[in-house]
């Protein structure tokens, strides 16, 4: 007899469809089982918002199992199951954030139907195998996280995997954190929109092209890419998200690089880019993001800054820029961070300008709009390390005439925490260097009340 909580007790649907059964069969209520008669606003497919057909409302059509600390490999009889349910309509198969062991099984192929594969965090090895190229229906494939590598004897790791029977259906493809080496070309790949190959060892070109009009994100940080940008990546009409950096780029940034108006985040550090940055980059209100640190061959001057109305981070340490510092910084409303540390920029526009302020006894070395808090911190020049901080009592924020350059240690870093400069922003931070250490004339500003208590 069926017991009540029993895992043969039949299932009570909750489908608001007409003309779905009421009751299905018992696997239909285990944890994570979804059956085609449930409503799963996720699933998106032309004739039925769970991908399945309306004569069969007890069909599995996902299994999701994340975080279920389980075990093992990818044995034939699990394979076995999984083929049948696919016969059946099972498209979306979650294992993520478990310990699975071993290879990614050439019976993979047999899943003809799946659209969204996710095996991140887990533990698994080796290549992915070629059968990959017969999910033909897949949208969304999930790996990052694990120890997938290169066939030996190839250096072109995901060749014929993808795309191979339809160029727009594969949507996202992340493969973060892997073993992979060698080259990889996802420019047939049309549908693309995201891309993530973040945190391997991919070299070459990059992996996209001029056909990949409908890409979102490509994410390629951490890996060994060692070519110029192509023009045809500015091209790219919905391309929000760009993150290429600590890899060996070369060649110079192309004014094409403003066009792109949906470009949001653009990380470019750590790389061997040369030349200047052009003036349109930073006429693009939407952008948040803008590294370019690390990048010792960027000369010329920051342009003008007074568009970026969105930007909440911008990092050019360490490149030869020169020139001032633009007192449109001070204006953008949700700056927290900038970083202008081991460069040639400086308040004054050259060096006789400097010497004519300074012939009235103004050594202005930093723009006018810079506020720092009331903890300073002082740097041991002897050890080069960070010293103790200055507590100037309970101050809101404190305004410095001049700043004197420092000629000791560059190795010596100071950070200077801003208050708030408009009712948008909550927190700034300038990290500057050690030339500019050496704080004079500071006084309390006018909101100040000395605390007497």
Request: one cysteine or more; hydrophobic letters at 35%.
């Amino acid at each position: 007899d069926v017991q009540p909580g029993s895992m043969c007790q039949p299932c009570s649907s909750s489908s608001t469809d007409p003309g779905s059964p009421k009751a299905l069969p018992s696997y239909c209520c285990w944890p994570g089982v979804y059956c085609c008669s449930e409503d799963i606003s996720s699933f998106v497919e032309q004739n039925h918002s769970s991908g399945c057909w309306a004569d069969t409302p007890a069909a599995v059509h996902s299994l999701a199992m994340r975080g279920w600390n389980l075990t093992g490999s990818f044995s034939k009889p699990v394979m076995d199951s999984w083929a049948l349910l696919s016969q059946h309509g099972l498209h979306s198969l979650d294992l993520s954030s478990n310990a699975i062991t071993g290879s990614i099984p050439r019976s993979i192929g047999r899943l003809k139907r799946m659209r969204s594969l996710n095996l991140n965090l887990n533990r698994l090895t080796g290549p992915l195998p070629e059968e990959m190229s017969e999910l033909a229906t897949l949208e969304h494939f999930y790996a990052s996280f694990n120890s997938l590598s290169t066939p030996p004897g190839s250096t072109q790791p995901l060749a014929g995997r993808f795309c191979k029977y339809s160029t727009t259906r594969l949507y996202s493809l992340i493969l973060r954190a892997n073993s992979f080496t060698g080259t990889v070309n996802m420019s047939h790949c049309e549908g693309l929109g995201l891309l993530d190959v973040q945190d391997n060892r991919f070299y070459g070109h990059l992996p996209i092209g001029i056909t990949n009009q409908g890409l979102i994100s490509l994410r390629a940080t951490n890996n060994m890419f060692n070519t110029s940008i192509p023009e045809a990546l500015w091209r790219l009409p919905q391309l929000a998200t760009l993150e290429m950096a600590n890899n060996a780029l070369t060649g110079t940034l192309s004014p094409f690089m403003g066009t792109v108006n949906n470009l949001v985040n653009l990380r470019l550090g750590n790389n061997s880019l040369r030349g200047t940055i052009p003036g349109n980059v930073t006429t693009n209100s939407q952008m948040l993001l803008l590294e370019l640190y690390d990048n010792p061959l960027l000369h010329g001057t920051l342009p003008d800054v007074s568009k970026m109305v969105g930007i909440r981070t911008l990092d050019l340490r360490n490149t030869s820029l020169s020139g001032s510092i633009p007192e449109a910084l001070g204006t953008l409303p949700y700056l927290e961070r900038v970083d202008i540390s081991m460069t040639q920029m400086r308040c004054c526009r050259n060096q006789s300008q400097a010497d004519a302020l300074a012939a009235h006894g103004i050594h202005r070395l930093l723009p006018t709009f810079l506020r720092f808090n009331n903890r300073l911190q002082l740097f041991d020049t002897v050890r080069n390390t960070a010293g103790s901080e200055v507590d100037l009592d309970r101050s809101t924020d404190l305004l410095c005439g001049s700043v004197e350059r420092r000629p000791l240690p560059e190795a010596a870093w100071n950070v200077l925490q801003l208050p708030v400069t408009n009712n948008a922003v909550t927190n700034q931070r300038w990290t500057i260097g050690p030339m500019y250490s050496y704080y004079k004339n500071c006084t309390c500003t006018p909101a100040f009340v000395p605390d007497t208590s």
